[in-house]
Every structure is written in structure tokens, then in C-alpha cells.
């Protein structure tokens, strides 16, 4: 008898109080701190003109995303830890995969395009506002979003439109592609094909754009004369790539596999290095860290 389930059970934190506490105070920690970076961010790229060229509004977008990533999984996983409340409805979960997908992927997208915008600006500076004027610049946004929404209304559809019966217990602390799967009754193994495609195609190309653009950046930072401009250029440009290599390496992990691979310890830990974590990091490394952006915070801070 397959009966439709209402409701799914998170279990993916521990139930020792002590623990519980440690990690609801550590996680609402990171969390604040993840909002108070990248809203600041935000305000400082919407107001201040001098932001206002392509790099800064890509990285407004970051951190657009940066805000929602967290918030789609954390207020819930603090609820768990908190008030131990495990339970979330069917459509919660649908919700919250679907939201998690969509922000995940279009950030993937996102960070190829400004790869390619930092390739553009180091190694064609002189064509640099012609390429990447603001009408491209809004074309390839906006393409980011929409192709993010798709990829996530595929995946999402193919997931929810499987039988789910007897057990309801996700072994996650959030809805997730590869723990809710592996709950269905239905056979999978075509939808999983699907989806490995879809995401193998998609974030591998991201991912080739990404790596690409980068290479030549490489180069042409090799080719300057002067010592002092290439440390400050492998300066930001390293640790933009580590942050991407990061994030690129704990999506890939956790989509582009069967889900009889899925190990729950295991996907906790790279779950929580694009959830929560790379959100953190990213206001840090592509913004807080540029004169530009530290004046500009300045002068809006001054302005509050």
C-alpha cells in the first residue's frame, strides 16, 4: 500500500543538548555575521556611485545570493537545535529544495560570468567598458537567474513527482537532492540519469568558463614588468579562485554523483562549505578586501 507522506523528519543534527546548544550558538554566529557582511555590501554597491561599474554589479548579485543561501536552510536548522522541532511539511521541503537549487545554481552561473568580466578588465583594458557595458552586463545577470530557476524547476519536478512511502526521516539537516531521493519507493534511476546530465553539463561548463578565463588571467598577470602589480594581482586573483574552487568543488560533490554514493557524515560537512560557510567568506575575499569597497563603507557608515 503506497500512501502519500505529508511530512518529512530532519535528523541530520545531534540530539545531545550540550551539543545542540554549541552548534545553535555557532551557526547563528556565522549567520549574523554572513547577513551583516553582504547586506552591507549590498547598501554599499547600491548607493555609492563610485561602485557603480560591472565588477560591482556582479558582486551585488553575490551577495544577493550570499543572503539567501543561508536563509534558506539556517532559521530552520536553528528551530531543530533549538526548539527540536525536526518536522517540516511536504511542501516546506519542496520549498526549501527548490529555493536551495535554484540560488546554488545561479550562483555557479554567476561566478563564470565574473570570472569572465575579471578576464575582460585584466587582459583587454582598453576594450573593457565597450565589452562589458551595462546592457550586457544586464543581459548576463538576468540569464544567470533564469537559467538558475530552470535548472532548479527540472530538478525539483523530477523529485517531486516520485512516490514516497514508509520512511519519511531525511538524513539531513535540510531538504536535499540526494537524502530525499533515496527515500522515494519508485524506481530512480532514470530521473538520477537525467539529472546527472543536466547538472554535469551545467556546472561543468560554469566550471571550464570559470577555469578558462582564470588560465589567461594567469598568464597575463606572468607578462607584467612591474613585481610590486603582479603580487597584488595574484594577490586578489588567488584568492578569488580559492573561494571558487571551494564552492565549485563542494556542489559538484554533493549533485554530480548517483545517490547511491551518498554518504550523510560525509555531506553534512561539504553541505555546510557552500550553505553557510563560502556565504561568510565571500564579502571577505571579493569585496572587503578592495580599497574601492573599504571607501565606499566609509563613506556610507559616515552617511548613517
Given at each position: 500500500n503506497l500512501s502519500a507522506l505529508s511530512e518529512f523528519v530532519l535528523i541530520g543534527l545531534s540530539d545531545a543538548p550540550q551539543v545542540r546548544l554549541l552548534l545553535f550558538v555557532l551557526v547563528l554566529t556565522i549567520y549574523?555575521?554572513?547577513?551583516?557582511?553582504?547586506?552591507t555590501m549590498l547598501v554599499a554597491v547600491s548607493t555609492?556611485?563610485?561602485l557603480h561599474s560591472p565588477m560591482y554589479f556582479f558582486l551585488g548579485n553575490l551577495s544577493l545570493l550570499d543572503i539567501l543561501c543561508p536563509t534558506i536552510i539556517v532559521p530552520k536548522m536553528l528551530g531543530s537545535l533549538l526548539l527540536e522541532s525536526k518536522v517540516i511539511s511536504y511542501i516546506g521541503c519542496l520549498f526549501q529544495l527548490f529555493s536551495l537549487i535554484d540560488v546554488v545554481g545561479t550562483e555557479i552561473f554567476?561566478?563564470?560570468?565574473?570570472?569572465y568580466d575579471r578576464y575582460v578588465a585584466i587582459?583587454?583594458?582598453?576594450?573593457y567598458l565597450n565589452i562589458m557595458n551595462m546592457r550586457l552586463c544586464a543581459h548576463l545577470a538576468i540569464g544567470t537567474w533564469v537559467v538558475g530557476f530552470f535548472n532548479s524547476l527540472l530538478h525539483t519536478s523530477l523529485i517531486f513527482t516520485l512516490v514516497f512511502c514508509d520512511s519519511n526521516q531525511v538524513d539531513q539537516y535540510y531538504c536535499d537532492i540526494p537524502p530525499v531521493l533515496g527515500l522515494s519507493c519508485s524506481p530512480t534511476w532514470s530521473r538520477e540519469l537525467v539529472l546527472l546530465a543536466v547538472a554535469g553539463v551545467l556546472g561543468s561548463g560554469a566550471f571550464v568558463v570559470t577555469l578558462v578565463s582564470y588560465l589567461y588571467i594567469l598568464l597575463a598577470i606572468l607578462s607584467m614588468n612591474s613585481s610590486e602589480s603582479r603580487h597584488k594581482a595574484f594577490s586578489t586573483c588567488g584568492?578569488?579562485?580559492t573561494t571558487v574552487c571551494l564552492f565549485y568543488g563542494a556542489t559538484i560533490c554533493t549533485y554530480v554523483r548517483p545517490s547511491s554514493t551518498y554518504s550523510p557524515r560525509q555531506d553534512r560537512i561539504v553541505s555546510m562549505l557552500y550553505g553557510i560557510l563560502t556565504p561568510l567568506l565571500n564579502p571577505i575575499i571579493y569585496s572587503l578586501r578592495n580599497k574601492e569597497v573599504k571607501c565606499a563603507l566609509r563613506r556610507v557608515i559616515s552617511q548613517v
Open positions: 549574523l555575521a554572513t547577513m551583516a557582511g553582504n547586506i555609492d556611485t563610485h554567476l561566478l563564470a560570468v565574473m570570472a587582459c583587454h583594458p582598453l576594450k584568492s578569488h579562485l
